[in-house]
């Protein structure tokens, strides 16, 4: 202690600028490597996009700065207000369901018992299917011209005719949801796990020799402790299906009639489709914005 | 300046991208490899895919230049071309669905090649539908590549068993809708064998299959510009009228309403299906034992014309190896390529002197079809992509509106789609 501050007050006699500069030099070296990749791969882009969302901007060839026209024909494109509706909606059934599911399937492999790992693995499985595999898998059982699950359900007698799937719009809705769970089920129940897990096994202890029945632990014990872990589990899922987009391009094609059609498959309609790469970054930054400001929102509130 | 700043931010990370691939050999040929064999790269969509893959293989085998093709899923093509350019990776030749070249050529994806088309001695041969969606400003960009008509395929076993003649296909969409409907009372019990089948989720698939329909009755889809939308008017509505009434009387196949594209096709191979609009090129891979009859696609009441489809070929306007790829995209057009490469395997040839050759000789169905391509339409719209093709756009509604749900919202419908064809 006394070297330190003896060693730090001859510096500060001696040359306190340059030091001070020499040790600043140093940080910034070291943070270097980090701010290029941070740089180069996030703020690079962000700019870009922005940037993009201002300009009339062509497959080829120049862009023209044409601001802020991009945004203003962001009212008069129906299809992405009904895909902002339809996002949302989707994301509030989506977020229930998983959430409740979610902790349904970690609070059964919970405890460590002969065989739990196997139950474990099983539920997470799914979360190690790609999005788009997913997709075509579902696609594939549940098609009407050439998919098992129709039959199945025929000979056992539990329905007369093909069921459409994805023909109706409601129905398109819950057979997505219904591959969502799951495929994300377990991924989130391993999130809940790992904060159960967290909870010390002496609070339980205690509420059992006070007389707590399941329920009572349950919702006085569990259910607070392990709420910012639900935090964390909300905000994933909340964000991920606000960016939903491999589910409906894959699966059900934003049919039938546009009625699964999500924000981000506009954007990539606008872009890809319609080769209109300005309107669809601008389209892009106003989602970030929103999304921003949304869990700016939920990290307060959870906290 | 800024835009600059922004090429500079994309290329470093285009950079550190390919060095954490390890990078390749890192040249792909260039100008400077004129003198040793040069390998350029193609791309083309799955629905010609058998075609293109032909007409390579012929090519690798004949010639020191090589050509390494990449078949894209038909649905993603369009998506992936506009990626590769905006990246500026698109490949050194590249085929586009015909009606798309309009859009691809005013984007300026394409090399201008009007002066070498020219000093090709076949020049005012090659397919006309194609060469006319390949010229912008009177500069000329694409090569036909494959040509893919659409007509009215009917299985003739079907039609013996259901005591039709199956020597006489229809020759009106209403005879179309009788002969379907007879298959379908006389075969369609079990549910297995069907009248007919359409594409009902597939904006692509109803303008390749109905709209043969309404130019045989003598009328028009779209102003000459392919700026305003005639789609609510007859004969059209006549049309749509007459698939409705099949799907009602589940004529279709019960999928027929889903059916989103991949897979339309499929069933009739498979002699489930009684009589159907087909692309022609699938007659060269249907069963060797099938009988099938070929005959145009009629109107409501007779006349006879077709959807003159298929893909272009051109010069993408990044290449480095113009040279290499143009010795490529001329020889598929060449006598060779034609006659021993694509007559030979009963395919519509993109040089109308060279319809009556040794091949198409043997098999009068491939006489008929050659024959259409003077009869048939290419529309030309500029936003065709975007209006027709994407599921989200606004005909796959108006046409599903038409056929399966309330016809009488199409007048309004019809207005987006002239909005979306302006845009």
């Known amino acids: ?303 | 300046m800024r835009r600059r700043l922004a090429g500079i931010s994309l290329l470093s990370v285009l950079a550190l991208t390919a060095a954490a691939c390890g990078g390749g050999d890192g040249n792909d040929g260039g100008t400077q490899a004129a003198d040793g064999p040069v390998t350029i790269t193609m791309w083309t969509r799955a629905a010609t895919q058998t075609q293109s893959e032909r007409l390579v293989a012929e090519y690798n085998k004949t010639h020191k230049n090589q050509v390494k093709l990449t078949v894209i899923p038909t649905d993603n093509y369009q998506p992936r071309i506009a990626a590769a350019a905006g990246a500026k990776q698109l490949p050194d030749v590249f085929a586009a669905d015909v009606i798309f070249v309009p859009n691809y050529t005013s984007q300026g994806l394409f090399m201008d090649i009007t002066d070498r088309i020219a000093a090709l001695p076949y020049k005012d041969k090659l397919a006309p539908s194609h060469m006319k969606l390949g010229t912008l400003d009177n500069r000329q960009y694409t090569l036909p590549h494959t040509l893919d008509l659409s007509v009215w395929f009917w299985n003739k076993d079907l039609y013996e068993k259901a005591g039709l003649d199956p020597e006489q296909g229809p020759e009106s969409l209403k005879e179309f809708a009788e002969q379907a409907t007879t298959v379908q009372e006389k075969l369609g019990k079990d549910g297995k064998i069907h009248g007919t089948f359409f594409g009902g989720n597939c904006g692509g698939c109803y303008v390749f299959t109905f709209w043969p329909s309404v130019w045989a009755a003598g009328a028009q889809v779209m102003n000459a510009e392919g700026t305003v939308s005639l789609n609510d008017q007859p004969p059209m509505t006549a049309v749509f009228d007459i698939w409705r009434k099949l799907y009602e009387n589940k004529v279709t196949g019960p999928t027929a309403k889903e059916e989103q594209g991949p897979t339309w096709t499929g069933f009739f191979p498979k002699g489930e299906i009684g009589v159907m609009p087909m692309p022609s090129t699938t007659l060269g891979l249907m069963p060797e034992d099938m009988r099938i009859g070929v005959t145009p696609i009629a109107g409501p009441d007779g006349g006879e014309s077709t959807f003159v489809g298929g893909d272009s070929l051109g010069i993408s306007a990044t290449s480095q190896n113009a040279d290499a790829a143009w010795e490529f995209i001329s020889w598929t057009v060449s006598d060779q390529a034609q006659v021993e490469v694509m007559a030979k395997n009963k395919d519509v040839l993109a040089r109308t002197d060279l319809a009556g050759n040794k091949y198409s000789a043997e098999d009068p169905r491939v006489v008929l079809i050659n024959s259409l391509v003077a009869k048939g339409q290419t529309p030309f719209a500029l936003r065709f992509g975007q209006t027709y093709n994407d599921p989200q756009g606004p005909w796959l509604r108006l046409a599903r509106e038409a056929v399966f749900g309330d016809a009488s919202k199409v007048p309004q419908l019809n207005t987006e789609i002239t909005k979306s064809l302006q845009q």
Do not use: C
């Open chain 1, 1 to 303: 202690m006394t070297l330190t501050v003896t060693r730090s007050r001859r510096a500060a006699h001696s040359a306190p600028s340059a030091r001070w500069r020499s040790r600043k030099v140093q940080g910034w070296l070291y943070a270097a490597p980090t701010a290029v990749i941070v740089g180069v791969l996030f703020i690079a882009p962000l700019v870009l996009v922005v940037w993009m969302s201002l300009n009339r901007w062509p497959l080829l060839g120049p862009a023209t700065f044409n601001a802020p026209a991009n945004y203003v024909k962001i009212a008069d494109n129906p299809l992405f207000v009904d895909a902002v509706l339809f996002t949302l909606k989707y994301t509030a059934i989506t977020t229930v369901l998983l959430s409740g599911v979610a902790l349904g399937l970690a609070l059964l492999v919970q405890e460590r018992r002969p065989g739990i790992a196997f139950f474990r693995t099983a539920f997470f499985l799914p979360g190690a299917v790609g999005f788009a595999a997913a997709g075509l898998l579902f696609y594939g059982m549940l098609n009407n011209d050439f998919g098992p699950i129709d039959p199945m359900l025929q000979s056992l007698g539990i329905t007369s005719e093909p069921i459409k799937w994805i023909g109706t719009p409601n129905m398109a809705l819950f057979s997505t949801i219904t591959l969502v769970l799951w495929r994300f089920a377990g991924f989130n129940m391993l999130i809940l796990l790992t904060g159960l897990q967290a909870i010390p096994t002496e609070v339980y202890e205690a509420a059992r020799s006070d007389g707590a029945n399941r329920w009572q632990i349950f919702t006085r014990i569990t259910l607070p402790l392990l709420r910012p872990t639900l935090a964390l589990m909300l905000i994933l899922s909340v964000t991920g299906s606000l960016l939903a987009f491999d589910q409906f391009f894959v699966f059900t094609n934003g049919g039938p009639d546009n009625s699964t059609v999500s924000m981000v498959m506009v954007v990539y309609r606008d872009a890809f489709f319609r080769f209109d790469l300005g309107g669809a970054a601008a389209l892009s930054v106003v989602l970030l914005v929103a999304l921003v400001g949304l869990n700016t929102l939920m990290m307060r509130r959870l906290r």
